[in-house]
């Protein structure tokens, strides 16, 4: 079993549609990471999370340590939003960070 | 400038070539990380530099031979390549704190390299 899980693995919405990616991780960690990966490749990073709620423009990003678990979520979903949606975290201790396998997000107009 | 550069963008090298992969940034990071990326599968972690010290080897062949002449520049040097090394290769850098380095990790996008 990985340590950091995601789901879905693929997911297919309108434009508009309020979006929901789920990260859930089995080991303590210092911090969590939303990554978008575009096809072509570059990394951008979203957010990084310890505690609470994060919000950027149409994005918001929530974590319960408690429950070991992370969602992203985009609201007004746009096709531009279509990409690779990774979660990452660091667990306690340890200077690296350990990947999901990534969510694929389409968005259709 | 909250950029991590990478160069080049893309790359094709014969097995018997000797190439560089450069990444540059200018945030005052000191940790500064390569990863590999494989089609449709999350990073892995190569090479880690801590203060231009190399921290973390995760056991990569040494047809791989990472150096950080200063802190805001991390090469990749490539020898002998196999085709299977084919790949996307990220470089990322991170604020380094005391211990963990619970901070933002910054990406850039990537050298897609292949080897023929």
């Known amino acids: 079993k990985n340590e950091v899980e995601q789901s879905p693995q693929n997911l297919t919405a309108q434009e508009g549609e309020f979006i929901t990616i789920n990260c859930s991780y089995s080991?303590?960690?210092?911090?969590l990471h939303w990554l978008q990966q575009h096809p072509g490749g570059g990394i951008v990073s979203l957010f990084m999370l310890s505690s609470g709620k994060k919000k950027h423009g149409r994005l918001i990003a929530t974590i319960n340590i408690q429950e070991k678990h992370s969602s992203l979520h985009i609201t007004a979903s746009h096709p531009r939003d279509s990409a690779v949606y990774i979660c990452a975290v660091r667990p306690f201790g340890n200077e690296k960070l350990t990947f999901g396998t990534g969510t694929r997000l389409t968005i259709i107009p | 400038d909250t950029e991590v550069t990478q160069t080049p963008k893309h790359l094709v090298m014969g097995m018997t070539n000797k190439k560089s992969l450069k990444c540059e940034q200018h945030?005052?990071?000191?940790?500064m990380y390569w990863y590999k990326q494989k089609a449709k599968k999350p990073p892995e972690l190569m090479f880690v530099y801590s203060y231009e010290k190399l921290s973390i080897n995760e056991s990569v062949p040494s047809r791989f031979s990472p150096e950080c002449p200063n802190s805001s520049l991390l090469n990749l040097h490539l020898h002998a390549l196999q085709p299977e090394d084919s790949a996307l290769y990220l470089c990322?850098?991170?604020?380094?704190?005391?211990?963990?380095?619970?901070?933002?990790?910054?990406f850039g996008q990537g050298t897609r390299l292949t080897v023929v």
């Open positions: 080991v303590g960690i210092s911090a």
């Open positions: 945030m005052g990071h000191r940790a």
């Open positions: 990322a850098s991170s604020q380094r704190t005391t211990g963990v380095m619970n901070t933002e990790a910054f």
